[in-house]
Structure formats: structure tokens, C-alpha cells
């Protein structure tokens, strides 16, 4: 009994001798972030490299896992460390940097949603709204297609902003509910409530258009 008792003690040291050096090894990587951060402040070029060296991966996945597209994931990569040079001065130590740079990756592709998606519309005369095909990857350029794209991209433009975006990245790049959830840091149920209330208003709306010759 007294020998088992040894052991779990002996564990029991081993195992906190081991939390406490990955704590300190947080501590200390945390500290060296923080100084290259200041180091950045002060306009320290090779240390915005390796901040960037450091991160550039991180950002690339939450772009791509956004888009599922290699070109607009390193568009964005760009433009965040971009933005991160010009908005540095805003970070305080006491914030999760990473966090905060990944708030600032999601924001610039929510931006571009805004600014380009709406563009890139294809709608099949034959599918109910939520089966509708509107891939930028599969898009027609043939004129008959043109003034149908106009119809939906008006009747999305009458949406609510968030109803708008959701559908968009739920048809226009095939993103799960959860991804959307996690991209736009909500509940998966407001997600897919969302969805549910884009797509009826999209059938009201589109409901004068479909059927008709164009």
C-alpha cells in the first residue's frame, strides 16, 4: 500500500513539475510576443516580418476555410498584415493577439463579401432558392444570364446585411453552418435561423421574377 502511495505521489510531482514548465513556457512565449509587438510600435521591420513569418499560416486558413479559394485567401493574407501594420498601435497587452488578428482576417472577408460576392451571381430558373448554384468558380458569361443575375442581386440587396451575408457564404462558397457560426463568432442557431428567414424572404421577393422569360 505504501508503495503505491509513493508512486501516485511520485506521479503527482512529475505531473506538476511538467504544468508548471509549460505554464512558464507560455509565460515566456507570451513575453517574447510582446516585446516583438513593441518592437513593431516602433517601426522595427524585420520584426514585423517575423510577426508575420510567425502568423501568416494561421491567417491563410481562416481566409481559405472563408473562401475555399487559393487566390482570394492570399488577397486577404495581404491585406491583413497590412492592416496590422497601420493598426498595430491599437493592440494592448493585455489583449490575446492572435484573437485579435483573426477578428481582423474575418472582418476584411466579410468586407470583401460585401464589396465583390454580390457580383459573381448565377441562378437556375428550374431550382427552388436554396438549391440555387451561385459558385463564382461556375459562373456564366453568356448574355441571357445577365439580367436574371441583376434580379437576384437586387432581391439580396433588400435582405438584412447579416441575412444577406449568410447566404452568401452558405450558397456562394458552400460553407457549413458551423463554419459560418465560427467565421462570424455567433451561435450556430442564429446561423441558421438566418439562413432560414434569407431564404423566405428570397422566395417572396424572387416569386414575381421566376418563370419568366427574360
Known amino acids: 500500500m505504501e508503495c503505491g502511495q509513493n508512486n501516485l505521489s511520485a506521479l503527482a510531482r512529475t505531473e506538476k513539475f511538467f504544468n508548471t514548465r509549460m505554464k512558464q513556457s507560455r509565460e515566456d512565449s507570451r513575453e517574447d510576443l510582446l516585446l516583438l509587438i513593441d518592437r513593431v510600435k516602433e517601426g522595427d521591420r524585420e520584426a514585423f516580418m517575423a510577426l508575420t513569418k510567425a502568423h501568416q499560416k494561421s ?11 487559393r487566390e482570394d485567401a492570399l488577397d486577404i493574407v495581404q491585406e491583413t498584415f497590412l492592416r496590422l501594420y497601420k493598426k498595430i498601435h491599437l493592440f494592448h497587452s493585455d489583449k490575446n493577439f492572435k484573437n485579435w488578428l483573426m477578428q481582423i482576417t474575418k472582418n476584411l472577408c466579410i468586407d470583401h463579401y460585401r464589396k465583390n460576392a454580390k457580383k459573381d451571381f448565377l441562378v437556375d430558373r428550374d431550382k427552388r432558392v436554396e438549391e440555387m448554384n451561385i459558385s463564382a468558380r461556375e459562373k456564366a458569361e453568356n448574355h441571357q444570364d445577365a439580367p436574371l ?5 437586387s432581391c439580396l440587396n433588400q435582405l438584412t446585411e447579416k441575412q444577406r451575408i449568410i447566404f452568401m457564404m452558405k450558397h456562394y462558397n458552400d460553407l457549413e453552418y458551423r463554419e459560418i457560426a465560427e467565421i462570424l463568432n455567433i451561435a450556430i442557431g442564429t446561423v441558421k435561423s438566418l439562413h432560414f428567414k434569407a431564404v423566405r424572404n428570397l422566395r417572396v421577393l424572387m416569386n414575381p421574377y421566376v418563370g419568366r422569360t427574360t
Open 59 to 69: 491567417v491563410f486558413l481562416v481566409a481559405f476555410s472563408f473562401f475555399h479559394n
Open 149 to 153: 443575375k441583376n434580379v437576384i442581386t
